[in-house]
């Protein structure tokens, strides 16, 4: 069986470096592993209208938006294909033949579905295109033959959802469709790395991101406003770092080379934090060593969007051959799907041989 890698994000806005640790890393990571036969990178732009109907100008806007920020990243277009969701029409057909699968308490029961609609107050107002979205995922994955989905820790309830409806369809119609397996970071932090406000998650909505487009100036101005330990007003003080969003992001971001660049009066992360509990470090100090390391982590992502963004026209070709080849690969999908339900009328020689015989037989 073929190793295929499914992944995307909804363009409703610019990647923050929480979907950079969250999800995009280990994507490139997985890209460069030569593991894969086949890779396909989503801009779920047809989802995000479920809950932006009102205003495509805003999901239309971000396509690009997300397209540089990939490619900003270092996925590759020559080994990953980035696709348009709503430019494969085999993806709808698809969702529409699984709804039959699922029951509608099964969808509200879905547990990043629900925290969705409380997120966004729907309540009994919610789009039905909304609710259906653990259904049109399944059609993305299943449509490329996926067997490896790199998420976020909040999209295992899609994935598990995904898995009931291949099983379902399975067990209908016999063994057609792939299980998807999902891939979630290593690092416990990294699956959802707060907000700068210390807020539990990092959201475009809620205005706590720092953007993979940010500038140097903006990067700086956002880390030296994090939120720290509230307690530790005097250098002196002793304080706290659990709860205390710089030294979560230093957890992640940090390592000892950064010490030796930029802080070399301790050697690790380790020492940072002893010397920050016992008292007589401030907040500026850890503040400036996080920028520090942010600018470096950051600045060749800039310096491959600022080249992309000057070459828009090699952006737009990139989507174009990478969803004519997910066209390709979902049709031969949805014919498999098809001829399993019995429904390839014109397809299936086996059709007219049916009737013929069911008439002779009268």
Known sequence: MK??????????????IGHYVGSLKNRVKLQNTGEFDEIYIMIADAQALTD???????????????????????????????????????LTELTFYYMNLVTLSR????????NELKLRGFEDSVPVGFLNY???????????????VPVGEDQLPMIEQAREI????????????????AVIPQNEVERR?????????????????????DT?????????????????????????????????????????????????EYRNLDELKKKYQEGGLGDVVIKKFLNNILQDELAPIRERRKYYENHLEDVVKILENGTKKARIKASETLDKVKSAMKIDYFKNDEYLKEIIDKYQEK
């Open 107 to 114: 969808l509200k029961r879905n547990p990043t579905v629900k």
């Open 52 to 90: 932006n109907f009102d205003n495509p100008k805003k999901v239309r806007d971000n396509v690009i938006e997300v397209a540089l920020d990939y490619l900003s990243v270092g996925i590759d277009p020559e080994k990953a294909n980035i696709l348009i969701q709503s430019e494969v029409s085999e």
């Open 134 to 148: 653990p259904i049109s995922q399944t059609a993305d994955i299943t449509a490329f033959e996926a067997t490896c």
């Open 216 to 264: 140097p100036e903006e990067v700086r101005r956002k880390v030296m406003g994090m939120y720290t330990d509230p307690n530790h007003i005097r250098v002196e003080d002793p304080g706290n770092v659990e709860g205390n969003v710089v030294f979560t992001y230093l957890d992640v971001f940090a390592n000892d080379a950064y010490f030796e660049k930029y802080l070399p």
């Open 3 to 16: 190793k295929i890698i499914l992944t995307g994000d909804r363009p409703t806005g610019r990647l923050h």
């Open 193 to 213: 790395l707060p907000g700068t406000d210390g807020k539990a998650k990092m959201s475009k909505s809620l205005g706590n991101t720092i953007y993979l487009a």
């Open 166 to 181: 291949v099983k379902s369809f399975n067990n209908i119609y016999g063994e057609t469709l792939v299980y998807p397996e």
